[in-house]
């Protein structure tokens, strides 16, 4: 199983979106997530800094320009979703990856204080 370290980067990028309201409360999260055509062509025009904003993990040992430097994504690469939050939440307690699971907890704590 991979090991993962919490994202700080991406963790304040999502704070950031939280805090601006570029999140969406309701949506499909399987439909709502990048697929591998979507996460190619936002690296067409984004650096691998910009792509890693969105993902809460970082596996440890992978190669920093690889997607599979990247894990747990929240995001559609335009706006948060809370439904990306939960997924990471229930997926990061599912394989015992507690810092990640506690970092997407607290970031769903605040966006649901935040919108009320």
Wanted: overall charge negative; glycine content about 10%; aromatic content about 12%.
């Amino acid at each position: 199983m991979a090991k993962y370290e919490v994202n700080e980067q991406a963790v304040e990028y999502a704070k950031r979106l939280i805090e601006g309201r570029q999140y969406v409360l309701d949506s499909d999260w399987g439909a709502a997530q990048p697929g591998a055509e979507a996460q190619n062509k936002f690296l067409e025009s984004h650096s691998w800094e910009e792509y890693g904003r969105w993902h809460l993990g970082l596996t440890v040992g992978a190669g920093d320009e690889t997607k599979a430097r990247f894990g747990f994504g929240y995001g559609d690469l335009r706006r948060l979703h809370r439904t990306g939050l939960i997924a990471c939440v229930y997926r990061a307690a599912e394989w015992r990856h507690k810092e990640i699971e506690l970092a997407a907890h607290e970031l769903l704590q605040l966006l649901d204080a935040k919108a009320g």
